[in-house]
């Protein structure tokens, strides 16, 4: 079967700034779509108001922009899709796939992150409630493109998980596949962080009869102590003034070719000239990158 186009995407959360390691991710996901002509759009992921970083959105835009990205058509917003995301939670709460959960945070303490089940017979009301999601005992696995094989048991593994908050904001897992196959998206590429989200996600678009994605999950950038770069920490946003000189030292962590004579180049000269040279099997296939060892 012949596979559509390639259509990829960067869909950062407005949770920050963009910080180094979310531009290796972003650069991955727009060289992969450029090398074989694809289209890439840009996602924001704007579901969490209260973690949300104001002027954020307009910054890692502007970032994006500085350091020669272009986008294909205009940038979708989460928070304009949650009717989407709401006649999915309720056609699933009325055939009994999703409930209510009303257990507290310290109940769930000790669970590690596995929810046992306590509410699943309950049949409690929706408000003040998390739903989630039943899943079955089944594994699901997929074949990454740098991290290999990775399968999980979503029962045995995850448990019945949250598709909508007790807050009643819409969680990622659902918004990112309905948001993903509504927009065409042939190709994830993004943060190792999220190696495992994907069996859930495999199952949620396995529940709605969607068609999965390939998956390229790029190697997370540490400090050098191992922490995940931008996350421990406020990152401040990436300097435009050192956007080529930052793209290269993208490139190298990646396992791209490198030319410090381009520093002096414009970023969107970087950009072309390392499209020409991409090798998506030359990425490290680890899920994590120390921060030091890349000069
Ligand atoms: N919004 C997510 C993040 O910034 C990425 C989601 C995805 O690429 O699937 O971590
Ligand atoms: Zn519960």
Known sequence: MNRPPYIGRFA???????????LVAALTSYLDARAVGGRWLVRMEDLDPPREVPGAQAAILQTLEAYGFEWDAEVVCQSQRTDAYAEVLQRWLEQGLAYACTCSRKQLEGSNGLYPGTCR???????????????????YGFNDRVQGTFAQDLAREVGDFVIRRRDGLHAYQLAVVLDDA????????RGADLL????????????????????????????????KLGKTYRSPALPAEQASALLLRALR???QDSDAHLAQ??????????????????????????EASLD
């Open 12 to 22: 950062p959360t407005p949770s920050g700034y963009l910080h180094f390691g979310s």
């Open 121 to 139: 017979e309950q049949n409690h009301g929706l408000s003040d409630a998390a739903i989630r999601l039943r899943v079955p005992a089944l594994r």
């Open 182 to 189: 509504w927009q065409g998206i042939t190709d994830v590429v």
């Open 196 to 227: 495992d989200s994907t069996p859930r996600q495999l199952y949620l678009q396995e529940l709605l009869g969607l068609p999965q994605p390939r998956y390229l999950h790029v190697p997370l950038l540490t400090q050098p102590d191992g922490h």
């Open 253 to 255: 962590a990646l396992g």
């Open 265 to 290: 180049a414009r970023p969107a000269e970087v950009l072309a000239w390392a499209t020409t040279r991409w090798d998506a099997s030359r990425i490290p296939r680890s899920t994590t990158l120390a």
